[in-house]
């Protein structure tokens, strides 16, 4: 809070909790052999399979992107190749919240040992409401901020002269959370999201 002789300068903050209404998995399938081509062969069946029972589950084709793809070199204690291992990345969105843990299962039936589950991200796919939210009661604790400044200064408030968006270490959080795989679909928590909001006002004194 900074009061100055042409009026009074406050930083305003609030979070708010919006329900998670979608889940972004971060998958990958990994699979050893001899030579490369092997390694990639396996690694290719094990993606049919994962985006099978993607699908299967309900997910659509167009919710799921591969993200990356390698095979690499497998190193002995001697320093030599003794093999390699091929991976291939996912990405996958769900809406269907509730039965996360449940997907998450039947992939590890259906593509087993292969399957590395990277990370799980938890969001709500469309926050602005509650931006909107977070972005008013930030407003009104930069005003209560003001109006108590100007009391103590024996000042008047006045218009307001500016308002600066802050990133709030910072801004809103759309990612509200993020966490590994949770096994059974009832160990599966998707709690809520928080949005942070973050505004500096200046208001000019009225006298």
């Not at 305003?12 to 990994?30: I, K, N, P, Q, Y």
């Not at 972005?135 to 003001?146: I, L, S, T, W």
């Not at 968006?165 to 928080?194: C, H, N, W």
Request: with cysteine; aromatic share 4%.
């Amino acid at each position: 809070m900074q009061p100055t002789n042409s009026g009074v300068t406050v930083v305003g903050r609030a979070t708010v909790s919006t329900a998670s209404d979608r889940v972004r998995l971060h998958l990958a399938v990994e699979q050893q052999a001899e030579s490369g081509a092997d390694a990639l062969s396996r690694s290719a069946e094990a993606a049919r399979t994962l985006r099978s029972t993607l699908r299967d589950a309900g997910i659509d084709d167009r919710l799921v992107q591969t993200v990356g793809m390698s095979v690499d070199a497998r190193w002995g204690d001697q320093q030599q190749v003794v093999g390699y291992v091929a991976r291939q990345r996912f990405c996958a969105v769900t809406d269907n919240i509730e039965q996360a843990g449940e997907l998450l299962e039947r992939l590890g039936r259906a593509v087993g040992d292969a399957l590395r589950i990277d990370n799980v991200e938890v969001y709500a796919n469309d926050p602005s409401q509650a931006q909107l939210q977070a972005q008013n009661d930030a407003f009104a604790d930069a005003a209560a901020q003001a109006e108590q400044l100007a009391r103590q200064a024996g000042r008047s408030l006045g218009a307001v002269r500016s308002i600066t968006t802050l990133d709030a270490s910072g801004g809103p959080e759309i990612y509200g959370r993020s966490l590994m795989a949770a096994g059974k679909a009832d160990a599966f928590a998707p709690g809520q999201v928080s949005i942070d909001a973050r505004l500096q006002v200046t208001w000019d004194w009225a006298d």
